[in-house]
């Protein structure tokens, strides 16, 4: 079964919930509820959108798409759409992680502005150093 299989992609969502979420696999059926049936939140599962886009190379999530989600099939729903669209397979292991510290280099902060150091400490530090 090569990995692009829906069977083996379906697999290794719910590998990746399971691993995340510290959930046996078992548990893990189409229509059991996040929120009702394996006790987790909005924000587990904003964390699985981020983790789906890192690990298996999806496409980022919107709020729509977040918004949506309410039973692990959903959840599988969502993340196939999202790696179609994407017109490429999944990146895989390292090529994940390259993939992701590239998108972050992309959007890089402004370094950080040393703090600024007021003159009358200034004239302090410098009698000490006399």
Known sequence: MSPDHPAALTEKILHLIAEEMAIEEAELSPTASFTEDLNLDEIDIAELLMQAEQQLGAREFSD????????????????????????????????AKNHAKAKASEHKKKPAEKPRVKPAARAKNSKAIK
Do not use: C, N, S, Y
């Not at 977040?66 to 397979?89: A, M, N």
């Open 64 to 95: 729509a798409d977040w918004e949506q989600i309410r039973t692990v099939g959903d959840f599988i729903q969502i993340v196939e759409q999202h790696l179609e669209r994407k017109g490429k397979p999944a990146a895989r292991g390292k090529e």
